[in-house]
């Protein structure tokens, strides 16, 4: 066990709807950062936040957002979603930003299904 | 194209047999991580390599960086089913100032029979 959890473990929607992942990092960790997989792309960097406040961008669309709250915890919203938007989504949390997979550690992921 | 070439993209062995994964950058390797996952699941951290020629081993398997810095190899020996699985590797790259941000390859899918 990681210490980072994720909700919900999987998640099945419609085409053209809204959802919402949360992830909640190891006790202590300020920043999150947002992972997608899917078998064509393979694992990819989304974004990371540090202590509330963006610090990288990755290959995420315009109908991705996220943010990350007062709390620590983040939640990674995808509107209009779309078939090829079916993919695991992962969330990793680290002490310290910038340091690459150093001191990572990965939650379970939630796999997000669009029908 | 994928900044990380891992090869085979799948492997199938008879249990007992040994094989080897490869991880392949066409850029300087600051540290290079290999993760095994179930289908399906999370990520299980294995190693993390950092220096030229270095060589870690956790039970059965073994990973080692080129002395170049720009491949590594995960070989496991004496394979069992518990080793079936998804094999990736991820690198550090440098992303500005001292910052780096993590990179995987798309993975080798390890297919174990009894």
Known sequence: DSGVTQTPKHLITATGQRVTLRCSPRSGDLSVYWYQQSLDQGLQFLIQYYNGEERAKGNILERFSAQQFPDLHSELNLSSLELGDSALYFCASSAIPGTGGREQFFGPGTRLTVL | ?114
């Open chain 2, 1 to 114: 194209s994928q900044e990380l070439e891992q090869s085979p993209q799948s492997l199938i062995v008879q249990e007992g047999k040994n094989l080897t994964i490869n991880c392949t950058s066409s850029k300087t390797l600051y540290g290079l991580y290999w993760y095994k996952q179930k289908y399906g699941e999370g990520l299980i951290f294995l190693m993390m390599l950092q220096k030229g020629g270095e060589e870690k081993s956790h039970e059965k398997i073994t990973a080692k960086l080129d002395e170049k810095k720009q491949q590594s190899s995960l070989h496991i020996t004496a394979s069992q089913p518990s080793h079936a699985g998804i094999y990736l590797c991820g690198a550090d790259r440098h992303s500005g100032g001292s910052n780096y941000k993590l990179t995987f390859g798309k993975g080798t899918l390890l297919t174990v029979n009894p």
